[in-house]
């Protein structure tokens, strides 16, 4: 069973829209999230992480993060054909030192 | 940034042939990991290590051995390969301690075996 699950499984997006993912954790152990974007061809790279409850905004993106429910969400604003990949949603709990991910949301950008 | 090189980038083996994939660090990161990427599964945590001479079981650890000779070095070993283990890999390195776990992503190794 996946310990991480992302929501949707794909998601078109026109230009210039906004996209929004979904991710929560079933380990009542995890406290730290992050967000990590694969473009097609290539290696993951982290875009941002949330460790305490709110937000936290990094340009056209924003994390919601909220422990109680272990849910954690990405949004991105103004999507550009840039933003088209897979934003893989990652999790471990306090001293843990592997990251289990989800299984990921493709976004895609129509221009 | 962090640099991670994964060696080789493709390889065709052979079924109940051996193989090995070799991972390279130069960032001085103590954690090491294997995963294997595969659609509708995302990512899957095969192996990691703690620093060398050390490795730990991850989610999936059936059928691999790893192996962490040095700091810098970290590697995935199918000594009996399958068809059912065709993925891309990716080894990753990171740093140590409480929710600082950015990991750094080699360029993947992509495997089939026939």
């Known amino acids: 069973q996946q310990k991480v699950q992302q929501s949707p499984e794909s998601l078109i997006v026109p230009e210039g829209g906004m996209a929004s993912l979904n991710c929560t954790s079933s380990?009542?152990?995890?406290?730290y999230f992050w967000w990590y974007r694969q473009h097609s061809g290539k290696s993951p790279k982290m875009l941002m992480s949330i460790f305490s409850n709110g937000e936290k905004e990094e340009g056209r993106f924003t994390v919601h993060l909220n422990k109680a429910s272990l849910h954690t969400s990405l949004h991105i604003r103004d999507s550009q054909p840039s933003d088209s990949a897979l934003y893989l949603c990652?999790?471990?709990?306090?001293?843990?030192?592997?990251?289990?991910f989800g299984t990921g949301t493709t976004v895609s950008v129509s221009p | 940034e962090a640099a991670v090189t994964q060696s080789p980038r493709n390889k065709v083996a052979v079924t109940g042939g051996k193989v090995t994939l070799s991972c390279n660090q130069t960032n001085n990161h103590n954690n090491m990991y294997w995963y294997r990427q595969d659609t509708g599964h995302g990512l899957r945590l095969i192996h990691y290590?703690?620093?060398?001479?050390?490795?730990e079981k991850g989610d999936i650890p059936d059928g691999y051995k790893a192996s962490r000779p040095s700091q810098e070095n970290f590697s995935l070993i199918l000594e009996l390969a399958t068809p059912s283990q065709t993925s891309v890999y990716f080894c990753a390195s990171g740093d140590v301690g409480w929710g600082q776990n950015t990991l750094y992503f080699g360029a993947g190794t992509r495997l089939s075996v026939l």
């Open positions: 290590s703690y620093g060398a001479g050390s490795t």
């Open positions: 990652a999790a471990s709990n306090q001293g843990g030192r592997a990251l289990i």
């Open positions: 380990d009542r152990n995890v406290d």
